[in-house]
């Protein structure tokens, strides 16, 4: 027996990847629909060997079904992951809306899975921004065992993180850069994104930090230790699929680079690909397509008592995105409703 399972926005970068995953995970399905905006309606997507047709959101009812994965924007979330909620149907949201609603859990699987218990105040659950899951499946074991203080991120985004809107300027700019009689203004991106990196994702607040930063911060306090001293640089990168992220990470004990990489290793979620030889380490385009979140260039940092360099790169629409939310649908399944 089987789960009754929604995917809301089925047609975007994020919904189709979530139906992937479902289908590569052979998640319990024992009813699946596909739903989007009404101009999409009616457009075909795929489910493992199934061709599904989606349907209309504004008219769907969603009794009768545990759980939705839902990944349209915060103001099509505002409308209907409510309406899910009070019809019984657990929401497993995408969207920044509810991350930071105290009486909304917040989870990375790897990382605070007994949160999952929280879902039941407002049958919800929020999926994290896609920078800040890589890191803290990274950060978690290493906090268990030597205790971070600080860390210093930067990071390096893809512009699928901008959704479909952001990879086509990319595509359509590069083209343009080897032909002199066209230009493609910028529109999603404030700047040229083409052979150019932009260090503001998101807007800016009043401190100066973008938006983007400041949810890395607000998020890894939520899922890992409110105690943990964040600063973080984001930048926009000409990559179609992958963020990137370069860590500083300095820890109330001493914690050996080898004693580091053997922990890692060992943890959930994460491969270690970390030679000391040119080309040893992994870059975006080769985790595309991957589960893993992959660490690389770890390192004892020489100005400070007890401090690591490291490397950090994931598909940001899996792992980021649609592997989680889907990695949170197993662990409600598992943990919690017990029908599959």
């Known amino acids: 027996m089987g789960y009754n399972v929604v995917v809301v926005g089925a047609t975007g970068n994020v919904g189709r990847e979530m139906l992937n995953i479902l289908a590569e995970r052979e998640f319990p399905v024992e009813k699946i629909?596909?739903?989007?905006?009404?101009?999409?309606?009616?457009?075909?997507?795929?489910?493992?060997?199934?061709?599904?047709?989606?349907?209309?959101?504004?008219?769907?009812?969603?009794?009768?079904?545990?759980?939705?994965?839902?990944?349209?924007?915060?103001?099509?979330?505002?409308?209907?992951?409510?309406?899910?909620?009070?019809?019984?149907?657990?929401?497993?949201?995408?969207?920044s809306l509810y991350r930071y609603d105290p009486d909304i859990p917040l989870i990375v699987p790897e990382v605070n899975p007994e949160a999952v218990h929280g879902y039941a105040k407002k049958n919800i659950i929020a999926n994290p921004n896609c920078s800040t899951a890589q890191m803290v499946v990274a950060l978690k074991p290493l906090h268990d065992r030597a205790k971070i203080k600080r860390v210093v991120v930067s990071t390096y985004q893809s512009v699928s993180g901008a959704g479909k809107e952001g990879m086509d300027e990319l595509w359509d700019q590069t083209k343009a850069v080897y032909?002199?009689?066209?230009?493609?203004?910028?529109?999603?991106?404030?700047?040229?994104?083409?052979?150019?990196?932009i260090p503001q994702i998101d807007v800016f607040m009043e401190d100066g930090n973008t938006k983007e930063e400041w949810k890395m911060v607000a998020e890894t306090k939520k899922i890992l230790d409110p105690a943990i001293k964040l600063t973080a640089t984001c930048v926009r990168v000409p990559v179609f699929v992958g963020h990137s992220e370069a860590l500083n990470i300095e820890f109330e004990d001493f914690l050996d680079e080898d004693e580091a990489r053997d922990i890692l290793r060992e943890s959930p979620g994460l491969m270690v690909i970390d030679k000391r030889e040119p080309g040893?380490?992994?870059?975006?385009?080769?985790?595309?397509?991957?589960?893993?979140?992959?660490?690389?260039?770890?390192?004892?940092?020489?100005?400070?008592?007890?401090?690591?360099?490291?490397?950090?790169?994931?598909?940001?629409?899996?792992?980021?995105?649609?592997?989680?939310?889907?990695q949170i649908a197993e662990l409600l399944g598992r943990e919690v409703l017990k029908k599959g």
Do not use: H
Not at 179 to 197: G, H, R, W
Not at 298 to 325: F, H, M, P, Y
């Open 33 to 95: 629909a596909a739903l989007a905006s009404r101009r999409s309606l009616g457009t075909e997507v795929s489910f493992g060997d199934k061709t599904l047709t989606t349907q209309d959101l504004d008219q769907f009812d969603f009794s009768g079904w545990d759980m939705a994965l839902f990944a349209v924007g915060s103001e099509a979330t505002k409308t209907y992951a409510p309406k899910a909620a009070a019809a019984g149907c657990v929401v497993i949201d995408n969207s």
């Open 179 to 197: 032909n002199p009689t066209s230009e493609v203004p910028p529109k999603k991106f404030q700047k040229q994104i083409a052979f150019n990196l």
């Open 280 to 326: 040893g380490y992994v870059t975006p385009v080769e985790c595309v397509g991957e589960y893993a979140t992959f660490i690389s260039r770890i390192r004892q940092d020489s100005t400070l008592e007890n401090g690591l360099n490291l490397w950090c790169v994931s598909d940001n629409l899996r792992k980021g995105a649609a592997l989680n939310a889907v």
